[in-house]
């Protein structure tokens, strides 16, 4: 019986993930392998969701992506990305919630966000009208059709431009690389060495790939080993071509992907999306801040503070420090970060059961279930992390959000950083009271 209530309880926050399609419906599952060949080396206009399985709205959206599909079949194709399986892909396009429509057209390195309704109808109207735009465009001769869908193709074939690949000697390398902010994947090369020739036009067509949907912040370069038989000899290559990832205060790392394009895009990707800014720390000043953060992720982390009074600013901040530092650690996650004051929401902290436990206090509420976890450890980098990561593989005790649906907000005002004042009382003017009649006895 306790192995099944752990089961049990283990299954309630962990989703599983299954996708929205299958292949009999006519929405293409792009991913990793196939989106270059697919969409990126396509002449065709691609309409493309990428969704989370845990998300509502892409749930709801099902039906009608479906429809669409049916509708644009052999006028415009349709895709669907499960962004959070194939997180580089996500990362490529910036996407930050789900789902996300975009417009691959005739610059497939640029794709549009698609801004209309999420009906099946205003879908098809969006799409035949940028249909409509590429069409008048190529006749106009604006555009270069499949050219440039290939630019930074794979397949030994690149397009990728060799000036994107910073060329690294011993006299630009520590102060390039080494001094730098951005990540680097950096090949050790030998010019007569037959793999280095086949990873060569990879090499640089990922290179200008990286640094486009990077804006730079991953760069790739490239050492004749050769030459510069000092580097070599420092990082220990010992073989051709050696690709290793050098990050500002930590050691070099060996590169252990692929040898495509697609591939080495997807891990540059990664190490961009480890390097992201963490998740914005939010007050939740109104009814649409918590809706909006906890029906677009998959976890929304709550806490409630102590009032201003009892911390002052410097022991509020230290409490939103120790929330930012977990958001950063936990930044790969789709989760997002709410806090409150206490006392300002006491519908939220009913349906949470929060207080009992005193201020600050912590809940994870999982709002497609309506179901929610509470920190019972100490409110510390420590004990907040334990608390995560169990709920990350599924561990812990959780319960239905009081009233089974989030709780009424109220509107208030954001915190100003300063401490917290006492409300000014009234004085009592006294100059009107006979002072005599107060030392009189009435019968």
């Given at each position: 019986?306790?192995?099944?209530?752990?089961?049990?309880?283990?299954?309630?926050?962990?989703?599983?993930?299954?996708?929205?399609?299958?292949?009999?419906?006519?929405?293409?599952?792009?991913?990793?392998?196939?989106?270059?060949?697919?969409?990126?080396?396509?002449?065709?206009?691609?309409?493309?969701?990428?969704?989370?399985?845990?998300?509502?709205h892409c749930q709801r959206l099902t039906a009608?992506?479906?429809?669409?599909?049916?509708?644009?079949?052999?006028?415009?194709?349709?895709?669907?990305?499960?962004?959070?399986?194939?997180?580089?892909?996500?990362?490529?396009?910036?996407?930050?919630?789900?789902?996300?429509?975009?417009?691959?057209?005739?610059?497939?390195?640029?794709?549009?966000?698609?801004?209309?309704?999420?009906?099946?109808?205003?879908?098809?109207?969006?799409?035949?009208?940028?249909?409509?735009?590429?069409?008048?465009?190529?006749?106009?001769?604006?555009?270069?059709?499949?050219?440039?869908?290939?630019?930074?193709?794979?397949?030994?074939?690149?397009?990728?431009?060799?000036?994107?690949?910073?060329?690294?000697?011993?006299?630009?390398?520590?102060?390039?690389?080494?001094?730098?902010?951005?990540?680097?994947?950096?090949?050790?090369?030998?010019?007569?060495?037959?793999?280095?020739?086949?990873?060569?036009?990879?090499?640089?067509?990922?290179?200008?790939?990286?640094?486009?949907?990077?804006?730079?912040?991953?760069?790739?370069?490239?050492?004749?080993?050769?030459?510069?038989?000092g580097l070599a000899s420092r990082y220990g290559?010992?073989?051709?071509?050696?690709?290793?990832?050098?990050?500002?205060?930590?050691?070099?790392?060996?590169?252990?992907?692929?040898?495509?394009?697609?591939?080495?895009?997807?891990?540059?990707?990664?190490?961009?999306?480890?390097?992201?800014?963490?998740?914005?720390?939010?007050?939740?000043?109104?009814?649409?801040?918590?809706?909006?953060?906890?029906?677009?992720?998959?976890?929304?982390?709550?806490?409630?503070?102590?009032?201003?009074?009892?911390?002052?600013?410097?022991?509020?901040?230290?409490?939103?420090?120790?929330?930012?530092?977990?958001?950063?650690?936990?930044?790969?996650?789709?989760?997002?970060?709410?806090?409150?004051?206490?006392?300002?929401?006491?519908?939220?902290?009913s349906a949470l059961g929060i207080g009992g436990?005193?201020?600050?206090?912590?809940?994870?509420?999982?709002?497609?279930?309506?179901?929610?976890?509470?920190?019972?450890?100490?409110?510390?980098?420590?004990?907040?992390?334990?608390?995560?990561?169990?709920?990350?593989?599924?561990?812990?005790?959780?319960?239905?959000?009081?009233?089974?649906?989030?709780?009424?907000?109220?509107?208030?005002?954001?915190?100003?950083?300063?401490?917290?004042?006492?409300?000014?009382?009234?004085?009592?003017?006294?100059?009107?009271?006979?002072?005599?009649?107060?030392?009189?006895?009435?019968?």
């Open positions: 019986m306790k192995g099944i209530l752990a089961g049990t309880l283990a299954c309630t926050l962990v989703l599983t993930v299954h996708g929205f399609y299958s292949s009999s419906d006519d929405v293409v599952e792009l991913n990793p392998s196939n989106f270059n060949r697919e969409v990126i080396q396509s002449d065709s206009l691609w309409l493309i969701e990428f969704y989370a399985p845990w998300c509502g009608d992506w479906k429809k669409v599909a049916t509708a644009l079949k052999g006028v415009v194709k349709v895709g669907a990305v499960d962004a959070d399986q194939h997180k580089s892909l996500g990362g490529q396009y910036g996407i930050r919630g789900f789902p996300t429509i975009k417009i691959f057209g005739a610059n497939k390195n640029k794709p549009e966000d698609y801004q209309g309704a999420r009906s099946s109808q205003a879908i098809v109207d969006g799409a035949v009208n940028a249909l409509r735009s590429l069409v008048k465009d190529r006749m106009a001769g604006k555009t270069g059709g499949s050219e440039q869908g290939r630019q930074g193709g794979g397949g030994g074939g690149g397009g990728g431009s060799k000036k994107d690949v910073v060329e690294l000697t011993d006299d630009n390398f520590d102060s390039t690389v080494l001094n730098s902010e951005e990540v680097w994947l950096v090949e050790f090369f030998a010019p007569w060495c037959g793999h280095c020739k086949n990873l060569e036009p990879e090499w640089a067509a990922a290179a200008t790939e990286v640094k486009e949907q990077t804006k730079g912040k991953i760069r790739l370069g490239a050492v004749d080993a050769t030459v510069h038989q290559i010992r073989g051709f071509p050696t690709i290793k990832v050098f990050q500002k205060g930590e050691e070099p790392a060996d590169y252990e992907g692929g040898r495509t394009r697609s591939d080495i895009v997807a891990r540059a990707l990664d190490l961009f999306s480890s390097n992201a800014p963490p998740p914005e720390l939010l007050e939740i000043l109104n009814e649409d801040v918590l809706k909006k953060t906890c029906e677009d992720y998959q976890l929304c982390i709550i806490s409630v503070l102590p009032h201003i009074l009892d911390t002052g600013a410097s022991g509020r901040n230290a409490y939103l420090e120790v929330m930012m530092k977990m958001a950063e650690k936990y930044k790969k996650k789709i989760w997002g970060w709410l806090w409150t004051e206490a006392g300002a929401q006491m519908e939220l902290e436990f005193g201020y600050p206090a912590m809940a994870a509420i999982n709002a497609r279930k309506m179901k929610f976890a509470l920190l019972k450890g100490s409110f510390s980098e420590t004990g907040i992390h334990e608390f995560l990561r169990d709920l990350s593989v599924g561990r812990g005790s959780t319960a239905t959000v009081g009233g089974g649906a989030l709780p009424k907000i109220h509107a208030v005002e954001p915190w100003d950083g300063k401490d917290g004042e006492l409300p000014m009382e009234d004085d009592i003017d006294l100059s009107d009271v006979e002072l005599d009649d107060l030392e009189k006895d009435e019968l």
